[in-house]
């Protein structure tokens, strides 16, 4: 059985070469459900929706995984898998914010870190959420802490220069959301945030 | 490497020091601790991001998804070999399915009215993070050598004739559904800029060449797509769509 840390080591994991078809399902579950469902709550904003991304995901890993011949790239795999499930969701339903209101109604101001620390979950939740969709997949990505910035690009399919740039403006629009945090409650409560 | 590239190396690398076997956050790093403005940057830097990540770690997942994910989504045991005799059966005719739709596909390409307006919005979202330049100059036939040579990406076959009477700025190749394009900057004069983007035709069917051009806004950029031969270009300026327009084909 691999363990958690097979999955997520650097290039030098001591198992290169195992056959990817005997990963344990149910370790993998166990590993992977968690990021995967923060990743995808915060791409689709919905718990029931994110709730649906990762099972469509472990779907497909169930059906199509065993194509897969590096046993390194089997989280890479698992959360690519899972952003062109979301694409191709977004693509055909019309219920998602525009982001770019959002970012333009937020205001100059920044916050430290000793200020996010204090800050309640749930603002902090939603000041990411209303990030716009470039912005805040690769810095879910980031904050997950389970990727390297290379990953990132492999994940979503983006050059390294454009996931270093969006993570450095994505992460500038946060601390201004953060610092503009009761007005964004206030909005969120109207339900605008989550369309 | 300057300290404005550092510092966006190391905004992308994880605080602690689990990004230090990378060459380039390994360089970043060793210009940063020269540098006590960036030292001090960093320290806040990697304090926010412990803070953030650590909110998003609290995110709680919902009771009871990993049995319903061990329930609904586990592979099926595996079946006889009558049975897999009938699937590799069923499989081929599915393949063989596929491929007359995946044909009749590229006979009649379905009209994607949203992927226009998808293409502009993301080229414009782009625009508005200030990327940096790949290549800078003022010489619009060095950039589309430039683009070819070093990039292999699309090069503007047509650039409208008041377009191509400003004078370029640079380039870079960008990314849209895994097809490469190729963004050139023009000087308009007054610190403003107008964006040429050009990509291959077939990966926005619904622009055809000789039809009116799609305009469409975001914010206060106004852009208009449209085709020709075997590319397909869109222009983006901060204005209105008269500002605009002077720049397309027909103007």
Request: net charge negative; with cysteine.
């Amino acid at each position: 059985m691999a363990s958690h840390a097979n999955y997520l080591a650097a290039p030098a994991a001591p198992f290169y070469g195992q056959p990817v078809a005997s990963l344990d399902f149910e370790q993998l579950v166990e590993d992977f459900y968690t990021p995967l469902y923060r990743f995808a709550l915060s791409l689709s904003r919905r718990e029931s929706d994110a709730g649906d991304l990762v099972q469509q995901t472990f779907f497909l890993w169930a059906s199509k995984g065993h194509q897969l011949r590096d046993t390194s790239k089997v989280k890479t795999w698992l959360f690519t898998s899972l952003y062109r499930e979301f694409l191709g969701r977004k693509r055909q339903q019309d219920r998602f914010v525009d982001g770019e209101n959002n970012a333009e109604a937020i205001s100059a101001q920044t916050v430290p870190a000793s200020v996010v620390n204090q800050l309640d979950g749930d603002i902090v939740q939603r000041a990411l959420f209303a990030l716009e969709e470039i912005y805040r997949a690769p810095l879910a990505l980031f904050y997950l802490q389970q990727h390297s910035y290379k990953e990132i690009a492999e994940t979503l399919e983006i050059p390294i220069g454009t996931v270093m740039s969006r993570i450095s403006r994505g992460k500038e629009q946060l601390r201004k959301s953060l610092a503009d945090a009761p007005r964004l409650t206030t909005r969120s409560t109207g339900g605008q945030l989550h369309g | 490497m300057d300290e404005q590239e550092a510092r966006l190396i190391l905004q992308a690398s994880r605080p602690g020091d689990v990004d230090l076997n990378d060459p380039q956050v390994a360089a970043a790093l060793q210009l940063a601790e020269q540098n006590p403005e960036l030292v001090r940057w960093r320290a806040e830097e990697e304090a926010f991001d412990r803070a953030m990540a650590a909110h998003l770690a609290a995110m709680p997942t919902p009771f009871g998804l990993k049995t319903r994910l061990l329930a609904e989504a586990a592979p099926s045991p595996a079946p006889s070999r009558w049975l897999r005799w009938i699937f590799s059966l069923a499989g081929v005719a599915a393949v063989l399915f596929l491929l007359l739709q995946v044909a009749d596909f590229w006979r009649y390409p379905a009209p994607s009215e949203k992927l226009v307006s998808e293409w502009s919005s993301e080229m414009v979202s782009f625009i508005k993070i200030s990327p940096p330049l790949e290549m800078e100059s003022d010489n619009l036939g060095a950039i589309k050598d430039w683009v070819a040579e070093k990039k292999a990406a699309p090069v503007p076959a047509d650039v409208p004739p008041q377009i191509a009477a400003l004078q370029p700025v640079g380039c870079r190749v960008l990314s849209f559904r895994g097809h490469e394009v190729t963004l050139i900057c023009f000087d308009r004069g007054d610190d403003r800029l107008a964006h040429l983007f050009t990509v291959d035709r077939a990966v926005l069917p619904e622009l055809q060449p000789g039809a009116a051009p799609v305009y469409s806004s975001s914010g206060e950029w106004v852009t208009a797509s449209w085709a020709e031969g075997n590319r397909a270009y869109m222009v983006t300026v901060q204005g209105d769509r008269a500002a605009l327009q002077r720049f397309l084909p027909s103007a």
